[in-house]
T-cell receptor, first 111, second 115 residues
């Protein structure tokens, strides 16, 4: 069974729209970590955020925000007022006894 | 500026050829990883290494081998390339202290096409 599910394969928005990327995970461990990575067209994955399973506080960093809900096993990512430079593939990942990535969501922001 | 460098961005090889993908990191990291990335499948771990001359199989090691003779270099080897190994290959590293809880530093990837 897939441990990290990113149900949205592709999302296309117009600049300045908000976009939310869904991530649902599955684990039996009580201690685990969740990550979001961004892969721009250049190819290099860039770390965005890490959350441990005991910290359910939402986080905001500039135009990025993350909503972690253990009750629904979700770790969703929102880009507010999207820009063309946000166009990328975004991966959610879960680390319990090993690191597992979701399939990724391709975000295209049109000018 | 810290970096993970992969020797080739694009390669085209023929079925049966031996292929070497090289990865070098300048961050003195103990942990190094090789992933392959395919549409709809995300990143899948092929092999990883926690130290020089040490290697561990990941989720999809079949058809691959690795070499870690120096701390900074981790090579992925396809002994006899096949068309189903056409993919994007990503190398990553992380410090020992991070275990499986820390961020990975990725290279830009090597896109391999096997004809």
């Amino acid at each position: 069974a897939q441990k990290v599910t990113q149900a949205q394969t592709e999302i296309s928005v117009v600049e300045k729209e908000d976009v939310t990327l869904d991530c649902v995970y599955e684990t039996r461990d009580t201690t685990y970590y969740l990550f979001w990575y961004k892969q721009p067209p250049s190819g290099e994955l860039v770390f965005l955020i890490r959350r441990n399973s005991f910290d359910e506080q939402n986080e905001i960093s500039g135009r990025y925000s993350w909503n972690f809900q253990k009750s629904t096993s979700s770790f969703n990512f929102t880009i507010t007022a999207s820009q063309v430079v946000d166009s990328a593939v975004y991966f959610c990942a879960l680390s319990d006894y090993k690191l597992s990535f979701g399939a990724g969501t391709t975000v295209t922001v049109r000018a | 500026d810290v970096k993970v460098t992969q020797s080739s961005r694009y390669l085209v090889k023929r079925t049966g050829e031996k292929v070497f993908l090289e990865c070098v990191q300048d961050m003195d990291h103990e942990n190094m990883f090789w992933y392959r990335q395919d549409p709809g499948l995300g990143l899948r771990l092929i092999y990883f290494s926690y130290d020089v001359k040490m290697k561990e199989k990941g989720d999809i090691p079949e058809g691959y081998s690795v070499s870690r003779e120096k701390k900074e270099r981790f090579s992925l080897i396809l002994e006899s390339a096949s068309t189903n190994q056409t993919s994007m290959y990503l190398c990553a590293s992380s410090p020992r202290t991070s275990g499986n809880t820390g961020e990975l530093f990725f290279g830009e990837g090597s896109r391999l096409t096997v004809l």
